[in-house]
């Protein structure tokens, strides 16, 4: 299997993916997108099963070479912040356990990688990630489209480093 990365945006509701290659004539080529969704009602233990399960399908069914993660931001609801951290853990255990490379990457830093400034919309994150893949129409859910954008992003910053 080729070179490949996993985006992902992590969430305990909705939890963004984006799986995309080096491709030759763009940033790069995508494989897969969509969202791990886990129902509200649920216990956070039971949600977070799901997520980990829903990651570690997508990490043996791609293969990837490295998993591109948004690193722990700080929201102003302290709770939102320590769920957001649970959801992390659980993808980052995936990914461990699987052995692969962990990329993380602040929220500003894939937007301005992605859309050339670290405030960007979500709006204009999607639009960019439609041009930058030459995709018919942007990807929906935005969560996914997020995810994608921190797998480009990974793609793109090892770019500049090679």
Known sequence: MSFRVLGIDPGTAVTGFGVVEPAPDRVGRLIECGVIRTKSRDPLATRLSVLHDGVSELIRRHEPSVLALESLFYAKNVRTTVTLGHARGVILLAAGQAEIEVAE????????????????????????????????????????????????????????CA
């Open 105 to 160: 990457f602040p929220p500003a830093t894939v937007k301005k990688c992605i859309v050339g400034r670290g405030g960007a919309a979500k709006a204009q994150v999607s639009y960019m990630v439609q041009r930058l893949l030459n995709l018919a129409s942007e990807p929906s859910p935005s969560d996914a489209s997020d995810g994608i954008a921190l797998a480009l992003t990974y793609l793109v910053t090892r770019r500049r």
